[in-house]
């Protein structure tokens, strides 16, 4: 099902499955994509658990606010899950859903569970990116896009002071030598969090799909 909720002071269109009375589970798409990259991933976990697929901010339905800091992705995230009564979630989010997953735990840790963080860019500056270059794709906000490159290319500082204070169990899955990402500097960063590598580059849940919902299956079992 997909509905909409105004929160954070913008529009936020999410995708619903499983049972309301199940545990939550929250997908976090990446960059440029929507709810819809999680096809198949969302009917698995909606056997054991309530899922909440949002459009981030700039994304799908959402609204395109011009504003695109990855801190009020988080928030949006926050508020969407107090606006439908979800105390406690675990939250899983790939590549851009992985930072704002990991603000998330950072600034809203009451509201999550477990932690997910699929092939996560390391919070470090990032070198070696080709410019952004516009071209005709759609279904995001091309501001976005700027607004999230600037801060991926230079993280703030401050989220590594906030990733060794993260207190959920967290898995970070890395796509292996085929990824542009060195996911486990993310890991090193959070106490006692799990480092899996999946060689399948960085579109895990989609070029290696069971062997991603395996290692979260067994992350989630624990």
């Not at 997910?116 to 501001?143: A, H, I, K, N």
Request: aromatic letters at 4%; hydrophobic letters at 40%.
């Amino acid at each position: 099902m997909i509905r909409e909720a105004a929160v954070n002071g913008i529009k936020l269109s999410f995708r619903e499955e499983g049972d309301p009375g199940s545990p939550a589970l929250v997908l976090l798409h990446g960059r440029t994509a929507d709810h819809n990259d999680w096809n198949g991933i969302t009917q698995h976990f909606a056997a054991r658990h309530h899922v909440i697929a949002p459009d981030l901010r700039g994304h799908g339905a959402s609204e395109y606010p011009g504003s695109y800091a990855v801190p009020d992705m988080a928030d949006d995230v926050a508020a969407l899950l107090r606006h439908l009564g979800i105390g406690r979630a675990v939250v899983v989010g790939h590549s851009l859903g992985g930072v704002v997953a990991c603000l998330l735990a950072v600034r809203h840790p009451g509201l999550v569970g477990r932690l997910v963080l699929e092939d996560p860019p390391q919070p470090y500056p990032l070198e070696g990116r080709p410019p952004v270059e516009e071209d005709d794709s759609t279904g995001f906000d091309w501001r976005m896009i700027h607004e999230t490159e600037r801060q991926l290319l230079n993280p703030d500082p401050a989220l590594r002071d906030g990733l060794r204070q993260v207190t959920a169990p967290t898995l970070v899955l890395s796509g292996g030598p085929a990824s542009q990402f060195r996911s486990g500097l993310l890991a090193e960063l959070i106490p006692g969090a799990r480092l899996v590598t999946i060689d399948a580059g960085h579109l895990i849940h989609v070029s290696a799909r069971r062997e991603f919902q395996r290692a979260v299956d067994e992350f989630l079992a624990e």
